[in-house]
């Protein structure tokens, strides 16, 4: 079955410290990552996706992420966190043309003033 | 520009009601979604349609029933609410199914079943 796992269920910062949530998902072949982000009592929103190019991925607010293939990974990323990205964080796959996307469980990150 | 709108924003119902959940889109986007949000378990996709006039079936889809009469409405429909489906219900819809398409999601519905 195809799944996608975030490492962390709970995360707690500091402001000021360096951020890496991973994620991984277990499919083979091409795939389109995504990483949402969920503010407190609002909706999702996106933060970045990658689909093809450089691994490297930019997104708002600072947030970056890296895709390996090789490690089915896509980790997410910020140097330095601030007390406004308490949020929950979810990484998202889509496969192939056609087919739904499939989300992690969550990671809960509080960041700390 | 409203992008997804849902209906209503929280409700409580009895088990045993039948309820309807709305969402309404006003991008013109192909694909529309309906999940459920459960603490622990993410986002679970309950129905989706790929276009007006077809729906499908997603992760999750007992207990609940979803039309497409057109591009911009996607309602689902609880025939006869359990306590099980208390949930909070986002709608999401994307341009298309070319899979670097995101999703847009809608506010949200918070529904408790008593």
């Known amino acids: 079955a195809q799944s996608v796992s975030q490492h962390n269920h709970h995360v707690i910062l500091s402001e000021a410290a360096s951020l890496e949530l991973g994620c991984n998902y277990s499919y083979g072949g091409t795939v389109n990552l995504f990483w949402y982000v969920q503010y407190p009592g609002q909706h999702l929103q996106l933060l970045l996706k990658y689909f093809s190019g450089d691994p490297l991925v930019k997104g708002i607010k600072g947030f970056e992420a890296e895709f390996i293939k090789s490690k089915f990974s896509f980790n997410l990323r910020k140097p330095s966190v601030q007390w406004s990205d308490t949020a929950e964080y979810f990484c998202?796959?889509?496969?192939?043309?056609?087919?739904?996307?499939?989300f992690g469980p969550g990671t809960r990150l509080s960041v700390l003033p | 520009i409203a992008g997804i709108t849902q209906a209503p924003t929280s409700q409580i119902l009895a088990a045993g009601r039948r309820m309807t959940l709305r969402c309404t889109q006003d991008m013109r986007h192909n694909a529309m979604y309906w999940y459920r949000q459960d603490l622990g378990l993410g986002l679970r996709l309950i129905h989706y349609?790929?276009?007006?006039?077809?729906?499908g079936k997603g992760e999750v889809p007992d207990g609940y029933s979803v039309s497409r009469a057109n591009t911009d409405d996607f309602p689902l429909t609880l025939a006869s609410a359990v306590p099980s489906q208390t949930s909070v219900y986002f709608c999401a819809s994307s341009a298309g199914r070319e899979s670097y398409n995101e999703q847009f999601f809608g506010p949200g519905t918070r529904l408790t079943v008593l």
């Open positions: 998202a796959v889509r496969k192939d043309y056609g087919q739904n996307f499939v």
């Open positions: 349609s790929n276009t007006a006039g077809t729906t």
